[in-house]
């Protein structure tokens, strides 16, 4: 049905879409030369809700005249649901029905766009195409955070930008500027123009710089140990909640994304569980805390290698090789395209994670990251400090450049953390400084760390505190264990087979043994043969 056609109800509602008067006498020839105005038509685009954007894009994108069945199939919309939107879209002037009785029902009908709509897009290129081949982005780093910067997450997708992506909760740094640019073009795919010099430097240059990190196993080791000592509610994703992952970081002087990514490496990789809604260290989470530092690095670049981020033959990869793992050859929809950044944002936290637990290292350009690089412990304990000032408040200061990654991961361990200007500030406090000893680091070993880098001698106020510290503080720990208990002639007994006492860890009291590897039909045999029936009850 053509405009000149419509009932005065569909006028009126086309007149209200285009925002023409309605007592105008000239109201055809205003809508008309609406169809032809490249403003006007972008922001009668803007109107359009989600469901008429995805099939007036759809039907653009296919030669703006085609048959109802097809946007059926292409679509994947059941005929009550596209029949109202059509109806809207005809009602409004920017297509229209044509009826095809060569079939009982209506499937062969064709819509058809406004020719004059449909020419003025074409021009001005007010929609473009969807499909695209991706060209992986480059990562760059702001304020020492890995990021991918909104305009060369376009760029990487050839400029085409979904609309969910905006909506949707991505991390990604936007520039105000680009965002306003978005705004300006219709829904469903968005076109940015980004000028040659922009796209240029985004790829340009050689790596320049290798950066390293290893406070992340600091952050790591404090939010297993954080689990263990705190009542931390779990969320829908196994994480503490923002709020209680906040308070936390802020605490220590942590940044809370990065304290966030490892709550998250934990919970995917079941560290944690919950029980009653509160999480708890798993047993892999608490073996890797009772592990000494090379202990711990090793265990890390296996997951770092199982993850991909670490290539199995350790050579360095690129970037971009690692970021585009898995993902399709072409992006065809908007379903590819947030595919697509959903496992963009997921390979990025994998690597900022990994990065700051100082398992890769980062080589960089002026402009970006160029690789991902295994990195050794040994490479971060050779890295020399710059000059580090001890002040009177029991505090330390270093310029954020010249600390080194064993220092970083120390004080993240033992002190408060405050960023100034580039200038890192680490206030010590007891209480801090006894949960780094509870996250298994040696506070002598810090100490005499600090003794070696330091410009002067130790304040001896602050050498007896650290010290004091440390010897008043002392290690325990808790076992479940499986008891045996037992008539004391009979434990006399058993204890001389030797048999037996390979599953004993030792012998407490009169009456009890503490088993250790347990087999209950081993150990059921072996009693037998002493005369003993076993009631073998484990969860009592």
Not at 451 to 472: C, G, H, M, Y
Request: net charge negative.
């Amino acid at each position: 049905m053509r405009l000149d056609q419509v009932d005065n109800g569909s006028r009126m509602r086309c007149l209200e879409f285009w925002e023409v008067p309605f007592a105008s006498v000239r109201w055809q020839e205003e809508l008309a030369s609406r169809f032809t105005n490249t403003e006007a038509l972008e922001a009668a685009l803007q109107r359009l809700n989600a469901e008429e954007s995805r099939v007036y894009n759809v039907l653009y994108q296919n030669g703006g005249n085609q048959p109802r069945s097809f946007l059926l199939s292409k679509l994947h919309l059941e005929a009550e649901l596209l029949d109202p939107i059509l109806k809207g879209l005809a009602d409004i002037g920017l297509a229209y029905i044509l009826k095809n009785r060569s079939r009982l029902n209506n499937s062969a009908d064709r819509v058809v766009m406004n020719e004059e709509i449909f020419r003025t897009l074409s021009e001005a290129r007010l929609i473009v195409s969807g499909p695209q081949h991706y060209n992986p982005p480059q990562l760059t780093l702001e304020n020492g955070e890995l990021c991918l910067r909104l305009r060369a997450l376009v760029q990487s997708t050839g400029g085409v930008f979904p609309e969910e992506a905006i909506d949707g909760q991505y991390t990604i740094q936007y520039d105000t500027a680009l965002r306003r640019a978005l705004a300006a073009f219709p829904q469903g795919f968005r076109k940015v123009i980004c000028s040659e010099d922009e796209q240029d430097a985004a790829h340009s240059g050689y790596a320049r710089k290798i950066l390293y990190r290893l406070d992340g196993q600091a952050m790591l080791a404090l939010a297993v140990k954080g689990i263990a000592r705190k009542r931390f509610r779990a969320s829908e994703s196994l994480m503490p909640g923002k709020r209680e992952i906040t308070a936390f970081a802020n605490a220590r002087g942590l940044n809370v994304s990065e304290l966030g990514g490892c709550f998250s490496w934990l919970a995917q990789n079941g560290w944690i569980s919950v029980h009653e809604n509160i999480l708890i260290p798993e047993k892999t989470a608490r073996a890797w805390l009772r592990a000494g530092m090379e202990q711990r690095f090793g265990i890390l670049c296996k997951y770092a290698e199982k993850d991909g981020v670490v290539s199995p033959n350790g050579r360095a990869q690129n970037v971009q090789t690692f970021l585009s793992k898995g993902v399709k050859k072409k992006l065809e929809d908007i379903a590819d395209y947030c595919g697509y950044f959903d496992l963009l944002r997921e390979r990025m936290q994998l690597l900022a994670f990994y990065w700051a637990c100082g398992v890769v290292s980062l080589h960089c350009n002026e402009e970006s990251v160029q690789k991902i690089a295994p990195a050794g412990l040994e490479e971060h304990i050779v890295c020399t400090d710059g000059k580090i000032v001890i002040a009177g408040d029991m505090s330390l200061v270093i310029a954020e450049s010249e600390i080194s990654p064993l220092t970083r991961l120390y004080l993240a361990a033992f002190a408060k953390i405050e960023l100034d200007s580039g200038v890192i500030r680490a206030r010590f406090s007891e209480k801090l400084f006894a949960e780094g000893l509870a996250a298994g680091y040696d506070g002598l070993i810090f100490l005499r760390h600090l003794e070696r880098i330091s410009a002067k001698a130790l304040p001896q106020n602050l050498v007896f505190t650290l010290r004091d510290w440390v010897l008043s503080r002392t290690g325990a720990t808790v076992r479940k264990s499986l008891i045996l208990h037992i008539s004391e002639e009979r434990a006399d007994e058993i204890m001389h087979d030797p048999v037996f006492l390979k599953f004993v860890d030792h012998r407490a009291g009169s009456n009890d043994i503490i088993l250790g590897d347990c087999n209950e039909r081993e150990i059921t045999k072996i009693l037998e043969n002493h005369g003993v029936s076993l009631d073998f009850d484990p969860d009592s």
